[in-house]
């Protein structure tokens, strides 16, 4: 099988997240693989290894667009289990929106199964940093393929994939033909830790870099002249500042109740 | 005078409210069309009148749900063509947020999603980055797709309500050929509780309630409100996954929300700092939550909570 992983680079939400510039992009100092990327990682490493892994000619491909800094993302991939790397990188993608970024991806994972074709690309359920949801489905649009999102368990059997999903009021199975699009959740899987024989191993695997000119894509279908969709303006929340803090002496229910009715709440 | 699409996605016997606040939305926008998938009863009909729809479109397949959101994104792009439609409205759940995706690819139109309001000329608000800032943003291209919050405007009739016509529109053929299909579907028991992204009012438990969410079900059914949790309690198996609220969960932006027993790790203020007033509950004096508290009870949760469900019975009575 021939697995397409999208990982991202995005800021460490465990610091403040900052928009900057004319386009008010975020900044992207103190980025991590983005969290929900690693189920996506993880779902795909147990797809192969299950097909006898690497040495049965599975490929798990891990694709990241972004700027040079995005290169730690693939790298984590790569310690993580991932048989190789490919950063699609260009001055002309920065500020890309959701429409523009799944412009590139699509011909990235096009460039990539030109040889021999994609089974499944797989994401995860959201990025962290602009959290839309919206690029797996803009891709499967672009590729032409079924989308399976928001999968809690995946199979893949036969050229079908199966998937569960859980919405608030039902839970559902659906299916899909290969090749597909999956994005998963945060509850597929248990990601694995990169272990010091996954660390060395990365050192000799290789990562490809990609230029728009590699896959065919026009600077000017990207970045914030391709994008659909502009912020015009961007403004920082005041931070939310303490209120009152009591200490509960008995009656710190009775209190909560006089609050609540105080600010009308009741 | 713009054309704007609404979305309704299986009315049902009724609109929800929130499809009720598209239309009010729309209404701001431009003359309004409704695409419906699902059964249109006359009541639901007559409601779309009301709030000053002038067409109605529905698919002519009646197998849509049965496919994962490509037919439908495939129909929607087939009715705003036809309605000649420059903003087209749905609402922001998971599907929603999908539809528009795929039908903003369809007609290469901007999508913004997590809407909180439209200005007249179609500028869109929203909050990025679990909160900390609020933007605007707007499409550059002739059409505009965007996923609007519930909760946003307070639903209102047209002033003068009209007698929309009722029109169906193909799906294309090729729509349903590379869907992911639906093979069965079971459904939740129901709560009785308000849905957690749309509630007035959140109480949330974590850590802190060492598996008994018994106190946080109680307070919240004294006050109508949706039950939320930390993803400590989720994943701990304490209560299903679908109440985490945080960054890897949902966001929620109620009117107030109650954490108790949840120290307030920035994961889980990222799903609730916009929410108008927070209320903490906490044993331990040093938790972060207590620095975003606007009423902060340092204390033992056990008996506050209880406390508190029994005073509000008391004056609800």
């Keep these: ?266 | 005078m713009a054309n704007v699409l609404v979305f309704i996605d299986n009315p049902g016997q009724a609109l929800k409210k929130s499809s009720l606040e598209l239309l009010t939305i729309a209404r701001s926008l431009g003359e309004t069309a409704v695409a419906v998938n699902g059964e249109l009863s006359d009541d639901v009909a007559g409601t779309l009148g009301a709030y000053g729809a002038a067409a109605v479109f529905r698919p002519s397949a009646a197998d849509l749900d049965d496919y994962l959101v490509a037919p439908k994104a495939a129909f929607l792009a087939a009715v705003a063509d036809k309605a000649g439609a420059t903003t087209v409205l749905l609402e922001n759940s998971p599907e929603g947020k999908e539809i528009a995706a795929r039908l903003g690819i369809r007609l290469s139109a901007g999508v913004i999603t997590d809407v909180v309001a439209v200005d007249a000329d179609g500028t869109a608000h929203k909050s990025v980055l679990a909160g900390s800032y609020t933007t605007t943003a707007k499409a550059t291209t002739p059409v505009t797709v965007l996923s609007v919050k519930a909760n946003t405007v307070e639903p209102q009739p047209a002033t003068a309500p009209g007698a929309p016509e009722t029109l169906t529109v193909d799906v294309p053929a090729e729509a349903t050929a590379a869907a992911a299909r639906i093979t069965s579907r079971e459904q939740k028991v129901a709560s009785g509780r308000p849905d957690l992204t749309d509630a007035r009012i959140v109480v949330a438990g974590g850590r802190g309630l060492d598996g008994d969410f018994g106190p946080v079900e109680e307070l919240a059914d004294a006050l109508g409100a949706a039950v939320g949790a930390s993803r400590a309690a989720t994943d701990a198996g304490w209560i299903s996954h679908d109440a985490q609220v945080g960054q890897t969960g949902k966001t929620v932006s109620p009117q107030l929300y109650i954490s108790a027993g949840i120290s307030g790790a920035i994961q889980q203020k990222a799903g609730m700092q916009t929410a108008k007033v927070i209320v903490a509950v906490n044993k331990d004096a040093e938790s972060p939550v207590f620095e975003i508290a606007d009423f902060g009870i340092v204390g033992d949760l056990f008996q506050v909570l209880p406390q508190a469900t029994e005073e509000i019975k008391k004056r609800k009575a």
């Design chain 1, 1 to 266: 099988m021939k697995i397409v992983v999208l990982v991202k680079h995005v800021p460490d939400a465990q610091f403040d997240r900052h928009l900057s510039g004319e386009g008010h992009t975020t900044d992207r100092d103190e980025s991590i693989l983005s969290e929900l990327d690693e189920y996506a990682l993880e779902a795909a490493l147990q797809l192969a290894e299950a097909r006898g892994g690497a040495k049965a000619g599975n490929k798990v491909i891990a694709l990241s667009m972004g700027p040079a800094g995005a290169v730690n993302a693939i790298k984590k991939s790569l310690q993580i289990g991932a048989t190789e790397g490919v950063h699609l990188t260009d001055g002309a993608l920065a500020g890309s929106d959701a429409a523009a970024t799944s412009l590139a991806l699509a011909a990235a994972v096009r460039h990539l199964g030109a040889d021999t074709p994609v089974d499944l690309v797989l994401t995860g359920m959201a990025s962290t940093d602009g959290e839309t949801s919206l690029v797996p489905a803009q891709l499967a649009e672009r590729l032409g393929l079924p989308q399976v999102t928001f999968a809690s368990s995946l199979e893949v059997d036969g050229g079908r994939v199966t998937a569960r999903r859980d919405a608030d009021t039902h839970s559902e199975t659906v299916e899909a033909s290969l090749p597909a699009v999956v994005s998963v959740t945060d509850q597929i899987n248990e990601p694995r830790y990169p272990n010091f024989k996954g660390i060395i191993a990365a050192k000799r695997k290789s990562i490809t870099t990609l230029s728009l000119a590699d896959i065919g894509v026009a600077s000017s279908q990207v970045g914030h002249t391709g994008s659909w969709t502009r912020v015009t303006a961007a403004e920082e929340r005041p931070p939310r500042t303490a209120g009152t803090i009591i200490t509960d002496e008995g009656d710190a229910g009775i209190q909560l109740v006089d609050f609540l009715a105080a600010q009308k709440l009741l």
